[in-house]
């Protein structure tokens, strides 16, 4: 929510209305979003339901990837992995020019480690 409404308070001309698909599944790996998997065909479902009820996809908001860096190996395959799904994700939903919002965390280790 905190998003939708900064998306709002930014151009209000532009967006009179904000509307969210919510498909987040805390603790997914990358892998588990890829095309035939159970996550994004629930994704293309809903957002294939959001459009049918007059809405239209005008971005993806992307937090997910910390689980991927739990060994080296998906570590170093999330970008391949991540560039596939939005691929799939902009044909699948016929919009080719998508915009995707990818949400990252920084920590700041030192005052992660420190007292």
Request: aromatic share 10%.
């Amino acid at each position: 929510m905190a998003f939708a409404n900064a998306v709002l308070r930014g151009d209000p001309r532009r967006f009179r209305v904000v509307g969210l698909v919510p498909c987040a599944i805390g603790g997914s790996g990358i892998r588990e979003w890829s095309r035939g998997g159970r996550l994004f065909d629930g994704l293309t479902r809903r957002a294939a339901a959001a459009v049918q009820g007059g809405g239209e996809i005008r971005a993806v908001l992307w937090f997910q990837g910390e689980r991927d860096t739990l060994n080296i190996s998906d570590a170093e395959l999330y970008k391949e992995r991540l560039r596939k799904l939005f691929i799939d994700l902009r044909t699948d939903l016929k919009v080719p020019l998508l915009p995707v919002i990818q949400v990252c965390m920084f920590y700041n280790l030192y005052s992660l480690n420190s007292d």
